[in-house]
């Protein structure tokens, strides 16, 4: 049998528990594993456990180089696509009977909700990691940690009580 590099990682059931554990335990709600070596790497590829209650900000990725490619492993997630001033565009759902996953473009405001508890997706970006840029989040939005978020979150989950063919 070859030899497998260190970094050879096998991602099972027993991975996606654990990490589906720390997200539970993590104020934020969700939590990242990262599969690439450092946060300079070129190629960025994740884990990452979100739990209902975790709000993620809309927001855009301006670099060209930073399309990114969600693949639903567990659960299910829905996806919001919006314009600049924050219309609904599209909403999508990902998971087991809908879409395995989507490719958004750079430029594209997005956020991303979990609609069930224990969901984990993959996400793959180029790197290096860098923080979003003030221009990147939605002006339109609440910022993580706003008290109006929350509210926020549930109405974004909402698009997907109401869109059940999407």
């Known amino acids: 049998m070859p030899e ?17 554990a720390r997200a539970q335990a993590s104020p934020r709600r969700r939590m990242n594993d990262n599969l ?16 209902p209650d975790s709000y993620v900000q809309p927001h855009r990725h301006l670099d060209p180089a930073k399309d990114e490619t969600i693949l639903c492993l567990r659960g299910r997630f829905g996806c919001i696509l919006f314009d600049a001033a924050g219309a609904v565009q ?43 840029d003030i221009d990147e989040l939605a002006p339109w939005a609440p910022a993580p940690g706003d008290p109006s978020a929350m509210r926020y979150l549930r109405w974004m989950i909402a698009h997907f009580d109401a869109a059940k063919g999407c």
Request: charged share 20%; with cysteine; aromatic share 4%.
């Open 36 to 51: 690439h070596p450092h946060d300079g790497h070129p190629a960025h590829r994740l884990l990452n456990a979100v739990e």
């Open 90 to 132: 599209s909403v999508h759902r990902l998971g087991a009977g809908d879409a395995c996953g989507i490719d958004i473009g750079h430029g594209q405001y997005h956020s991303l909700v979990s609609l069930e508890s224990g969901s984990v997706m993959f996400e793959a970006k180029s790197g290096p990691y860098r923080p979003l």
């Open 4 to 20: 497998h590099s260190s970094r050879t990682r096998l991602i099972d059931l027993a991975a996606l528990d654990a990490l589906t």
